[in-house]
């Protein structure tokens, strides 16, 4: 009897639990219906306006009801700024990006003056969504710290951030001058934390020296507001001092203003030669050639590697075409697109994918990279160093080779 019993027991409690599942899934289709009939939501989320676009009317009725019925204090202007930033991230390009004031008022400082932070040059690693540090400011807080070329920051305060948030993680790191941040990296493999203590950050954009043999070196940084002008004012001065050849170092340059470097590439190639080839969304093509005689006439050599983007590969796409310089290094990281960064009236601004650019001879950079000439990589334990010492620079040490 006992054998018998316990078939049936266990379906009496099978038909307990199933009936409270039941009752609470009727209870809940009965709640959200309730409310949503006594809201007018019933059956329509936003109502329809033929004077307005789809994206108003559906803006306008979350407005309202969140007037109507919701409980907290409503901020109208950070409302604004994230509904446009989540409209601009409905684009799914890791590139553009909806600024609000502040983040404005931290671009300007970054590209056209000095800020405090902790000094890193970051990108986003668009394979791999993580924010990718190209490289630590010379003289930074960070470099001071032990941040590495080729770091990966995971999270900054204890809150995990993906490259897709690049904006985020980059106001995060700057700061008050004298406050701390903690910033959690994974270096191959291995998670470090780093306590940061936020400086002044000062962009030098271009370091000089004389190498050796009478060979000029310049290397920069990024190409921000006034670089070229600094290029060519180092240069003169190197020349001055009898240099006769020339390597320019843009290993873990991430780009920066695309004018820059392509005044540049103006004192070195001759007038009236193509630069650059743009294409926008209708496939117009705009060709941009140099304006002025070149002043710099003697042999070149650019170091490139894997953080080498954007506007970087410009100035080694041209030099390249017109075998003014042999580039000397690895692959470069393959940024073909142009972003225009616009100020908006209310303080505002806006980055957008406008334009994709090709070589003089239309080699595509975009997803593709460009391939040295000479393909030298460094040694292992100072591969994402950022200052090398010169004898274990193989990179470095090849440029002198071939300019000797």
């Known amino acids: 009897m006992e054998e018998e019993k316990k078939p049936r027991i266990y379906k009496t409690i099978m038909l307990v639990i199933m009936v409270a599942v039941i009752t609470f ?18 059956y329509i989320l936003y109502s329809k306006n033929q004077n307005e676009t789809e994206l108003e009317q559906r803006l306008n009725s979350f407005k309202k009801l969140i007037d109507e019925v919701y409980l907290g204090e409503v901020n109208e202007e950070k ?11 409905g684009l799914n390009d890791p590139y553009s990006s909806y600024y609000t004031k502040d983040e404005m008022e931290d671009i300007k400082k970054e590209t056209f003056g000095n800020f405090y932070g902790v000094g890193v040059y970051i990108t986003t690693d668009t394979v791999n969504n993580q924010v990718l540090i190209l490289a630590p400011i010379k003289g930074s807080a960070a470099e001071k710290a032990g941040i590495l070329s080729g770091d990966v920051i995971t999270k900054v305060d204890g809150v995990e951030y993906k490259g897709d948030q690049l904006d985020i993680v980059s106001s995060k790191l700057k700061g008050e001058e004298n406050s701390t941040v903690e910033i959690e990296i994974l270096r191959k493999g ?91 969304k209708k496939n117009n093509e705009e060709v941009i050639k140099s304006e002025n005689d070149a002043i710099i006439d003697m042999p070149i050599v650019v170091l490139t590697n894997k953080n080498t983007a954007s506007a970087s590969e410009i100035l080694s796409g041209i030099l390249k075409d017109y075998q003014k310089a042999k580039i000397v290094g690895t692959k470069t990281y393959g940024k073909g697109v142009i972003q225009e960064l616009m100020f908006l009236t209310d303080g505002t601004g806006i980055k957008l994918t406008t334009n994709e650019y090709l070589t003089p001879n239309r080699n595509k950079i975009n997803n593709v990279g460009i391939t040295p000439d000479e393909e030298v990589t460094l040694p292992d334990e100072v591969a994402n160093r950022l200052n090398i010492d ?4 193989t990179q470095l040490q090849k440029a002198i080779e071939i300019l000797k």
Not at 79 to 89: C, N, Q, R, S, V
């Open 25 to 42: 899934i009727i209870t809940t289709i009965f709640m959200y219906k309730k409310i949503g009939k006594d809201n007018n939501t019933k």
């Open 390 to 393: 010169e004898e274990k620079d």
């Open 79 to 89: 409302l604004i700024d994230g509904a446009i930033k989540g409209y601009i991230e």
């Open 190 to 280: 291995e998670t470090k934390t780093f306590t940061i203590t936020r400086e002044k950050v000062k962009l030098n954009h271009i370091e000089s020296e004389i190498k050796g043999q009478n060979i000029g070196y310049l290397k920069i940084s990024s190409f921000d507001e006034e670089c070229a002008d600094e290029f060519k004012e180092k240069f003169n001065e190197l020349k001055s001092q009898g240099i006769k050849s020339l390597i320019i170092d843009l290993r873990n340059n991430g780009g920066g203003i695309v004018d820059e470097a392509l005044n540049i590439a103006d004192m070195i190639i001759e007038k009236d030669k193509t630069l650059l080839i743009t294409l926008d």
